[in-house]
């Protein structure tokens, strides 16, 4: 039996992790930028950013004042036994880490835009839930996204007729308009297929794949590399302000669908691609 308690100490330490220590393959990006980038504003830009990354992990502060709406990713061992609502619990630690950590509080109602200055709400933090068959431990995900990339988002019903050619540009014009809106470079996550609204959380749940790690699938991965080389060239640069790197890696994830559409979605993630794991088991917590 894996108790609340525990759930909740480890979801508030890994929204900590998430929020303060920038993920290696991220860091490791940002470092390989910085020796290729040639604009010395750019340069500069990158410098800054990885000393930002040191210091926030050396106080244990947030790496952005923009903490972000939190998104989890939870997988449910089919051999765990547990006697709350594990959605209620995940809200709970959301609560509990705006205020420990701290997190800046940014959900509020679409409408009125009334601040619950707890980071929850409707529908608020995002979760997705998976099954793990025959697993005895929960793994949870959490992904702090910003509204500066969020912001960016695009989602294009295109007509099959149009391809992978429709589908290189769509993105390229994409990241285009967003110029410097979203702090790049960071990952560009693009889903491909299934419905609308798939398409979307496949586009979003690329920027979990660590930069680097191309997709299974040979084809989609040599599209990955050609798209990367593309934005790149675009003069985008560090925070928009020229150069050659324009973003970290592209990420794409597949679905199959209808056959009368062809839904693409990109989910451009800022400098800060923030993310962390832990597994919970009844015998003890380890973050991965």
């Known amino acids: 039996m894996i108790s609340e308690k525990i759930i909740t100490e480890a979801t508030v330490e890994l929204l900590r992790r998430a929020e303060t220590y ?3 393959d991220v860091e490791d990006a940002l470092k390989k930028a910085y020796r290729k980038e040639e ?3 750019g340069k500069i830009q990158l410098r800054e950013i ?3 990354v040191k210091f926030a992990r050396k106080k244990s502060i947030p790496i952005c004042q923009d903490t972000g709406i939190i998104n989890f990713y939870v997988g449910l061992g089919s051999g765990v036994k547990i006697d709350h609502n594990i959605e209620d619990t995940l809200v709970n630690a959301t609560k509990l880490a705006t205020e420990e950590i701290p997190l800046r509080p940014n959900a509020v109602n679409p409408l009125t835009r009334e601040n619950s200055d707890n980071n929850t709400g409707i529908r608020i933090p995002e979760m997705e839930l998976e099954i793990l068959k025959g697993k005895k431990y929960i793994e949870i995900t959490a992904l702090p996204k910003g509204a500066g990339s969020e912001n960016m988002c695009k989602l294009k019903m295109l007509k099959p007729s149009e391809g992978v050619e429709g589908i290189r540009r769509f993105v390229l014009e994409s990241v285009a308009e967003a110029k410097g809106n979203p702090c790049p470079p960071g990952v560009i996550g693009v889903g491909i297929g299934g419905s609308s609204d798939l398409a979307t959380k496949l586009a979003k749940s690329a920027l979990l794949r660590k930069i680097g790690k191309g997709n299974k699938d040979k084809e989609i991965a040599k ?10 060239k675009l003069g985008i640069g560090p925070m928009g302000l020229g150069g050659g790197i324009s973003c970290l890696g592209v990420n794409i994830e597949i679905a199959y669908c209808h056959t009368g559409s062809l839904p ?8 800060a691609n923030r993310r962390a794991t832990v597994r919970i088991r009844d015998n003890g917590v380890g973050f991965l």
């Open 22 to 24: 920038l993920p290696k």
């Open 39 to 41: 604009s010395e504003l």
């Open 50 to 52: 990885l000393e930002n």
């Open 223 to 232: 599209l990955e590399g050609e798209l990367e080389k593309d934005i790149n």
């Open 264 to 271: 693409v979605a990109v989910n451009i993630g800022c400098w």
